[in-house]
């Protein structure tokens, strides 16, 4: 078990470190500014030869200090829409056209005193095909989490009122991680991005971020076995909290995918911010960026999905294996598992390359782990039966020394 934890988290960290080497390839524009402050403008110039083009614009700036301007500017030099740019980290997202004219348009960037890194990407017809990758995303999504129930349902013989435990006791790790993640996270991650190197910030960030997955959403599993034991109280109810727990946020996410997806085909500008996307510009840009730079975007996210559905199912029944039983290593192995998972997953964000990154290599980090998981879910389900029977002969030898 020691060796093959060694290869697993060797494999990820091979290709999380080959993924931050290609991830810059993708963007038209990267430009680095240090090792001392600077101040200078920069202009890309692009070619609108019809007036009805649509262009996506990502603009993401990462500023340790100073000032700047982003502007667009018509043929005439005229601006068209401008940006101030503050210290610390910002994104803008916004679809161009249909244009008044044609010519050359200019993407034109102004800093002062300032160091850091901004980076930026075009892509042409933006909306071309969001909306049915978004649909067939949350289609995907949304159908794995129902066969993950469904196997429950007809292998296990788990009952929908655990089901409906399990996605109760996610809902409360969720919640709190989320108030957790809105009052303190951001200054935290400020903090070490602001007095840390970069590879440094993206180690302990990562790291950071794994624990706060761990400590909200398996921890809220294991005090919620200790105060309700019934949770845990045989095997299959075990299961069935936790493969509701785990099948309940693909189904939710993909759900919200097809209606985020439904909204693009429509133009309901104001439905992906409704539904806790974000703007209709920032949906429709990051995706079509994504199906840009990405093999098969739409089969990409409900890959990942699955592979984080089989994680938090194989952590969750650890952490209630636990508590039926007492034995805190199996907790620890559950903890320690899903921090690093959720690192691996954060990673890429924090480094500000999620949507410009080949991600099939994040995919390809997660899966040994993944794969790790389905073994732990094995021997733990095995070890839980063994451990059931072992309490029943306990309480029956008890029993008899009592009678007689």
């Known amino acids: 078990m020691a060796l093959l934890s060694k290869i697993v988290l060797g494999a990820s960290l091979a290709v999380l470190l080959a993924q931050c080497a290609w991830a810059d390839t993708f963007w038209r524009e990267k430009v680095e500014l240090g090792p001392a402050p600077q101040s200078k403008v920069a202009s890309i110039p692009f070619e609108v030869g019809n007036p009805a083009t649509r262009m996506g614009l990502s603009f993401v700036a990462d500023l340790k200090r100073g000032r700047g301007l982003l502007e ?22 916004r679809i161009l056209g249909p244009f008044d004219v044609t010519g050359t348009f200019q993407i034109r960037t102004k800093v002062e005193n300032a160091l850091g890194e901004y980076r930026i990407m075009l892509a042409q017809e933006p909306a071309r095909g969001v909306g049915t990758t978004l649909f067939t995303r949350g289609a995907l999504m949304a159908l794995a989490g129902a066969c993950l129930l469904v196997a429950g349902l007809l292998y296990f013989g788990v009952r929908v009122s655990w089901f409906s435990a399990g996605a109760g006791v996610w809902l409360l790790g969720m919640m709190l991680k989320l108030i957790f993640a809105f009052k303190v996270t951001p200054l935290i991650l400020f903090v070490l991005d602001a007095k840390l190197s970069r590879p440094l910030f993206l180690l302990l960030g990562s790291a950071y971020t794994g624990l706060t997955t761990a400590i909200f959403e398996i921890g809220a ?37 097809m209606l985020v997806g439904m909204a693009v085909w429509f133009g309901l500008n104001r439905a992906p911010e409704l539904l806790g996307l974000g703007t209709y510009d920032y949906v429709v840009v990051s995706t079509a960026n994504e199906m840009t730079t990405v093999s098969m975007a739409w089969l990409l996210v409900p890959v990942q999905s699955m592979l984080v559905m089989l994680a938090q199912a194989s952590a969750r029944v650890l952490a209630l294996m636990s508590a039926a039983t007492g034995r805190w290593r199996y907790f620890t192995a559950a903890f320690i598992y899903i921090a690093l998972f959720d690192a691996v997953v954060s990673w890429p964000r924090l480094a500000e390359r999620l949507v410009f990154t080949p991600m099939w290599s994040v995919t390809l980090a997660l899966a040994p782990i993944s794969v790790l998981g389905l073994y732990m879910l094995y021997k733990t389900l095995a070890a839980w039966l063994e451990s059931s029977a072992g309490m029943v002969e306990a309480k029956a030898f008890k029993r008899g020394r009592v009678e007689a």
């Not at 667009?72 to 997202?93: S, Y």
């Not at 076995?225 to 045989?234: H, I, S, T, V």
């Open 221 to 257: 599993v294991a005090a919620a076995a200790l105060m309700w034991p019934w949770l845990a109280r045989e095997r299959n109810r075990g299961l069935g909290v936790a493969l509701g727990g785990a099948a309940v946020e693909p189904l939710l996410f993909g759900v919200r995918a």
């Open 72 to 93: 667009i500017l018509d043929p005439e030099e005229n601006v068209l829409i401008q940006v101030k740019i503050g210290a610390g980290q910002g994104q803008f997202d």
